[in-house]
């Protein structure tokens, strides 16, 4: 049995006999299986070992150091309990224990604010994690820092944080250890936008750009002829920090751009600045679609008449021609139109009227929903909250009967435009006329931890629904969104709701036990949240 036998053929020879399969001679003096066994002795050391003798190898440069303060003990024990935590089951019962694997993002995230540095002895746990759920990435690998960058070097199976997940001051620099340069540290900045990986660079262009947007517009364009197009495609993404004005010209140049897709998102970013020369074309060709019914006498009305073309000048303004499966040419034409138009078109074309005004109209030859769908893409484009309101309309109105959309997911963008303390008033108040069937989405938008009208109105829906015997599970998913959303300060005013309630006729058989079970967990995990941020809070600043 020679040395280079390999395991594959030691298990062939096994398996078939040594008189009918050796593997290799044996030893004079030696029966054929006791070779095979010696050799297989041999080989499961070396598989034990899992490494070929080799010369050794030189050691690892030493971590770099972070300069961030120490997590507080409490603090420290908690990540390990929830680094250890696994999910609720996706089937069956819960129980009343809080869901850790839930909690971990938003640990992350309160540590990251008060600027502690990860524990040495969490780093591997932590790199596991972020491996096994790409949404905790950002807020692990800031939280991991340089060091967490330094270990992943040493272990493929965390090579992803060597090629993506970095923020403005995320870690990862080319040697694989420090910070991103400072943004006005131009020889630094310089060579790291030269000979850095594609996360790095784009990470770097997030950094510079927040903090000076011409300096962030000036470095892409030095590389800007050379670049993939999918990675012009992620860079050309970056100008949404800071866009203004100032960004036109390269904007405009972009337009012309070998990739549709670059050419898109440059149509698209323009058309978010309504004075530049793009959205005055797009304003124009609108116009020419969309304008009052002058026909009559009856009260004011739009009259529409959508595009008959997509001509050159509209694809190279970003206008996609072919429509997607199901949708007329026309109808997609305008839509396009429609969003990239300034909304101040309107007023001006349709008699000084205003937003609420103008989306109260009556439009002719059914094009309401496609002209109102437009103007919701345009108001989310636009960042214009006037139109925002006007397009979801007062919160009481049924949705089938609202002024704007009827898409959840429409007026969930919508509600991101306004400030978020009418975000959640609104919100809270769709909840209070309609209950929690249509609001999951809407949900969230709204700012985390609830305001305390969004709280208690997403309270007061589930307990009316817990009363009325309703099927529990329909409603796990805002009830998962209340562990993590809802104040922790509400703990003691839902003790009450964890008793088991009286099932009323007709009622979802056994719905009273789940309730009870709902109730409970939710309010271990509110006073898990608040020990949680107890625990994160510096000395003196406790609660």
């Given at each position: 049995?020679?040395?280079?036998?390999?395991?594959?053929?030691?298990?062939?020879?096994?398996?078939?006999?040594?008189?009918?399969?050796?593997?290799?001679?044996?030893?004079?003096?030696?029966?054929?299986?006791?070779?095979?066994?010696?050799?297989?002795?041999?080989?499961?050391?070396?598989?034990?070992?899992?490494?070929?003798?080799?010369?050794?190898?030189?050691?690892?440069e030493?971590?770099?150091?972070?300069?961030?303060?120490?997590?507080?003990?409490?603090?420290?024990?908690?990540?390990?309990?929830?680094?250890?935590?696994?999910?609720?089951p996706?089937g069956?019962?819960?129980?009343?224990a809080?869901?850790?694997?839930?909690?971990?993002?938003?640990?992350?995230?309160?540590a990251?604010?008060?600027?502690?540095?990860?524990?040495?002895?969490?780093?591997?746990?932590?790199?596991?994690?972020?491996?096994?759920?790409?949404?905790?990435?950002?807020?692990?690998?800031?939280?991991?820092?340089?060091?967490?960058?330094?270990?992943?070097?040493?272990?493929?199976?965390?090579?992803?944080?060597?090629?993506?997940?970095?923020?403005?001051?995320?870690?990862?620099?080319?040697?694989?250890?420090?910070?991103?340069?400072?943004?006005?540290?131009?020889?630094?900045?310089?060579?790291?936008?030269?000979?850095?990986?594609?996360?790095?660079?784009?990470?770097?262009?997030g950094?510079?750009?927040?903090?000076?947007?011409?300096?962030?517009?000036?470095?892409?364009?030095?590389?800007?002829?050379?670049?993939?197009?999918?990675?012009?495609?992620?860079?050309?993404?970056?100008l949404?920090?800071g866009?203004?004005d100032?960004?036109?010209?390269?904007?405009?140049?972009?337009?012309?751009?070998?990739?549709?897709?670059?050419?898109?998102?440059?149509?698209?970013?323009?058309?978010?600045?309504?004075?530049?020369?793009?959205?005055?074309?797009?304003?124009?060709?609108?116009?020419?679609?969309?304008?009052?019914?002058?026909?009559?006498?009856?009260?004011?009305?739009?009259?529409v008449?959508?595009?008959?073309?997509?001509?050159?000048?509209?694809?190279?303004?970003?206008?996609?021609p072919?429509?997607?499966?199901?949708?007329?040419?026309?109808?997609?034409?305008?839509?396009?139109?429609?969003?990239?138009?300034?909304?101040?078109?309107?007023?001006?074309?349709?008699g000084?009227?205003?937003?609420?005004?103008?989306?109260?109209?009556?439009?002719?030859?059914?094009?309401?929903?496609?002209?109102?769908?437009?103007?919701?893409?345009?108001?989310?484009?636009q960042?214009?909250?006037?139109?925002?309101?006007?397009?979801?309309g007062?919160?009481?109105?049924?949705?089938?009967?609202?002024?704007?959309?009827?898409?959840?997911?429409?007026?969930?963008?919508?509600?991101?435009?306004?400030?978020?303390?009418?975000?959640?008033f609104?919100?809270?108040s769709?909840?209070?006329?309609?209950?929690?069937?249509?609001?999951?989405?809407?949900?969230?938008?709204?700012?985390?931890?609830?305001?305390?009208?969004?709280?208690?109105?997403?309270?007061?829906?589930?307990?009316?629904?817990?009363?009325?015997?309703?099927?529990?599970w329909?409603?796990s998913?805002?009830?998962?969104?209340?562990?993590?959303?809802?104040?922790?300060?509400?703990?003691?005013?839902?003790?009450?709701?964890?008793?088991?309630?009286?099932?009323?006729e007709?009622?979802?058989?056994?719905?009273?036990?789940?309730?009870?079970?709902?109730?409970?967990?939710?309010?271990?995990?509110?006073?898990?949240?608040?020990?949680?941020?107890?625990?994160?809070?510096?000395?003196g600043?406790?609660?």
């Open positions: 049995m020679t040395a280079t036998t390999s395991w594959e053929e030691l298990v062939t020879s096994a398996l078939l006999g040594t008189d009918r399969r050796p593997s290799a001679p044996a030893a004079p003096g030696q029966d054929a299986p006791v070779a095979l066994l010696d050799a297989a002795a041999l080989h499961t050391v070396r598989r034990r070992a899992g490494l070929r003798p080799a010369p050794a190898a030189a050691l690892p030493p971590a770099p150091h972070d300069p961030r303060t120490p997590l507080p003990e409490a603090a420290r024990h908690r990540l390990t309990q929830l680094l250890a935590g696994r999910a609720a996706s069956g019962r819960r129980g009343v809080p869901d850790l694997a839930e909690l971990l993002p938003q640990w992350l995230a309160a990251n604010d008060h600027g502690y540095r990860a524990p040495a002895s969490a780093l591997p746990a932590l790199l596991d994690a972020a491996r096994a759920r790409t949404d905790l990435r950002p807020q692990a690998l800031a939280f991991a820092g340089p060091r967490g960058l330094w270990l992943a070097r040493l272990n493929s199976d965390w090579k992803f944080a060597l090629r993506g997940g970095f923020g403005s001051a995320q870690p990862g620099g080319p040697d694989h250890g420090a910070a991103l340069p400072a943004p006005d540290d131009g020889e630094a900045v310089r060579r790291l936008w030269d000979e850095g990986l594609f996360a790095e660079r784009a990470a770097l262009l950094s510079v750009r927040a903090t000076d947007p011409a300096a962030g517009r000036a470095l892409l364009a030095t590389t800007w002829a050379t670049e993939r197009a999918e990675d012009r495609l992620m860079f050309l993404d970056s949404r920090t866009l203004s100032a960004d036109e010209p390269f904007l405009e140049q972009a337009l012309a751009d070998r990739s549709r897709n670059v050419r898109s998102t440059a149509a698209e970013l323009l058309s978010a600045l309504p004075h530049s020369a793009l959205a005055a074309r797009m304003a124009r060709r609108a116009s020419s679609c969309v304008g009052p019914d002058r026909s009559g006498d009856d009260a004011a009305a739009i009259v008449e959508a595009p008959h073309e997509c001509d050159a000048a509209m694809q190279r303004d970003g206008v996609i072919n429509p997607p499966s199901g949708r007329g040419e026309r109808s997609w034409w305008l839509g396009q139109l429609i969003e990239s138009a300034p909304l101040a078109t309107w007023t001006a074309r349709l000084g009227r205003t937003a609420e005004e103008i989306v109260a109209l009556p439009v002719g030859d059914g094009w309401r929903d496609e002209l109102h769908a437009g103007w919701c893409r345009a108001a989310v484009r960042r214009d909250a006037a139109w925002a309101r006007a397009l979801l007062p919160p009481t109105t049924p949705p089938a009967a609202g002024p704007g959309t009827q898409s959840l997911a429409e007026r969930s963008k919508l509600l991101s435009v306004l400030p978020a303390d009418e975000r959640s609104w919100v809270a769709f909840i209070a006329a309609h209950g929690l069937s249509e609001a999951f989405q809407l949900l969230g938008v709204c700012a985390v931890p609830w305001s305390e009208p969004l709280g208690r109105a997403v309270v007061d829906a589930l307990d009316i629904a817990r009363d009325a015997g309703s099927y529990p329909s409603f998913g805002v009830m998962g969104l209340a562990e993590r959303c809802l104040d922790p300060g509400e703990a003691d005013r839902l003790e009450v709701l964890t008793t088991l309630p009286d099932e009323p007709g009622a979802s058989p056994g719905a009273g036990g789940y309730w009870s079970e709902a109730f409970q967990r939710l309010v271990s995990t509110l006073r898990l949240r608040a020990a949680m941020r107890s625990e994160l809070a510096p000395a600043l406790d609660g």
